[in-house]
């Protein structure tokens, strides 16, 4: 136990006072986070706001998952695959994450590699993200195709629950529209890292503002952002 | 980690930024595609006013259709559903939410705490332009076959995409879409307002020194990002239902013998999604509200706030609160009844922190040097109104109360009294207040007490006999109480009076209009502080504020904003950014 938490648990008032101090930091002169910039913060900011977007949807597909008389299909049988003769449950749907989640390792090196000024691997390693993430969405669509050759739409399916092809195909669509948001930004930011916008302060073509090597972190921070949610898909949508 | 790599390049870590400014080069990009958030303020006012009109319209028809049922002949029970709906889906969202966030936020955030704009002005110039498309899309729906939708401003599913509904085809659609693009536009604004506050202030601006109208404004903002998700996310899925057949909200239904293709969702569901944006959204609109007032009514009694930390701290904990009250709409919703219990006492304990704020700006005026200015008379309005729909609000808030008053005219009244006059009571005190600061002129006096007397006076009228017609039973949302058994015959002149009265407030507006158009040219000369006002934006050294707000050098603030009437200090009030003297004129 440290000297400080030990005061304070001995002294509740020395709790008090850290309380105090810690309200005064956040109201403090100017900056109420000295660490972020400008739009490190928006971006921080605007990811909460979605995180309410896709926690609404993940609970309104809870609620309809819950509330509806119909068995719901199962998710197992239903997202396996036949590979060489042997059925694997959710096997397409396990490369897919695995895919996503490597990808949030590549932007993790490429944001390292950005602040290190190594210009070329910043923008190999976003490059590399963007693929991932490509590969994400190419398999998405595989598994909507396999889906709808079986039958699934969003108001039918064979195996039951009608809103199971509705949940399915709206969450992960819209998942699957910020994943490719995200390929977007990645290769435009990386576009402008490979150029050496950042080196040389040249200006945005919309902003007229000259871009940083911050952007390299905060197209990262949407990145993983996407990634989390994805996870949170995959423990409630296909796990469930 | 990261910041340990900063380069030279980079902003040191702790460094403050300064933005770099935009500086148009041409009248399109200086006056239309403006990125300075002085403009985009007054283009966000100018369009939610005039869409307001259109609101305004709306609501003569309405009373005219219930004053005087059958006078004219092109309002059918259609007509006057979508009357309503648009009315208060148009005053809501993209009267209120935009004039306060939008027009309000965008001149006064950067000005009040010493920024020399948004902290991303593309981002902000952006979140306009999506909002015009948003109103266009809205007023669209007057133009397609079938007219806008008719489903009542919540829009309740089933009944909102069925056959039967007016805009069952068009209206609905349109009406969805508009929102999806309000909120995008909204997010991006948003976003700015909430890094503004949080990291943009000028030197020595605090938390603490901030103007209650930024607090008031920065709470709805954050409420406002998460509250629209919720809205968002329960649109899309509406226009999923409606376009290709999904059944989120649509159980099975049997309509003129047939079964339809849906099944098994649930209305419920966009009960509380819808809710739950819904009540956030009272105080989206009414937190700016409570700062604006708290600020007129401190400058025009020449006095300072009385309790400042706990206004804001009331302020957050309304904010906070508003987030666990929503089923409270609901109660007639047929969920578990047990729900009620634990919102009826939520909603109670919001009416602490909001009592606190009441007393305060009592306290306030107490034995305060009153000036009787048109926004002070606004600003007094404001706190009897609220009072009013506040006090009603503790009615609906019991079940048991609410149960049998829930779908009468004393919801109206009471929702119109608590946000609908007052937070526009509000607008008007500020337009007045401020107007001087954004164009150079003062707004005609002897028009504005006129306007404020009839808005007034007549906005009392108008919703105080409502809550009568409610306890008799009169039903909300009916075409026609002509022939209803349970209605007394006497309603039916009451109706016409109240009808009257809201001719004449309408009219008054004009009076409004006029005024804001002939002073920007005959109004007399303003000078940078006409109200003699302590904080930053009556400071500028330019008026109107140049682009950049502040010439040369950021203005570094001192004191609180609330130093009026100070013993020993040679003018009864010390602006924000002067050195010196403190409170009770001690040295600084």
Redesign the interface.
Known sequence: MTDTALRSAIRPEARATQWRRLSSD??????????????K??MW??L???T??F???LI?YM??RM????PWPNPSEVFALEIGGTTLPLILIAIMTFVLISSSGTMAMA??CG???RRRATALLMLLTALLGTTFVGMQAFEWTKLIHEGVR??ENPWG???F???FF?ITGFHGTHVTIGVLILLVVARKVWRGD??T?RRGF?????G???NV?IAGLYWHFVDLVWVFIFALFYLW | MADAHLGTADRLPGAIEEGELYHPRSWITRYVFSQDAKIIAIQYSSTALAIGLVALVLSWLIRLQLGFPGLVSFIGPSEYYQYITMHGMIMVVYLLTALFLGGFGNYLIPLMLGARDMVFPYVNMLSYWIYLLAVLVLVASFFVPGGPTGAGWTLYPPQAILAGTPGRDWGIVLMLVSLILFIIGFTMGGVNYVVTVLQARAPGMTLMRMPLTIWGIFTATVLALLAFPALFVGALMMLLDRLIGTSFFMPAIIEAGQRLRHGGGSPILFQHLFWFFGHPEVYIVALPAFGIVSDLISTHARKNIFGYRMMVWAIVAIGALSFVVWAHHMYVSGMNPYFGFFFATTTLIIAIPTAIKVYNWVLTLWRGDIHLTVPMLFAIGFIVTFLNGGLTGLFLGNVVVDVPLSDTMFVVAHFHMVMGVAPILVIFGGIYHWYPKVTGRMLDERLGKLHFWVTFLGAYLIFFPMHYLGLLGVPRRYFEIEGLSFVPASVSGLNAFISVVAFVVGAAQIAFLVNLVHSLRHGAPAGPNPWRATTLEWQTPETPPAHGNWGASLPVVYRWPYDYSVPGADRDFVPQNQPGLTRAGAPA
């Not at chain 1, 956040?26 to 739009?39: E, I, K, L, V």
């Not at chain 1, 509330?67 to 119909?70: E, I, K, N, Q």
């Open positions: 956040w109201a403090a002169d100017r900056q109420t986070f000295p660490g972020a910039s400008w739009r913060a928006m900011i605007f909460l706001s979605d309410f977007v926690g609404c949807f309104g609620t309809v509330s509806t008389t119909v944001v390292a602040y290190r000024r969003p108001w629950a009608e809103q092809g509705a949940a709206m950042y080196d302060g919309f902003t007229s503002q000259p940083r090597y911050e972190e």
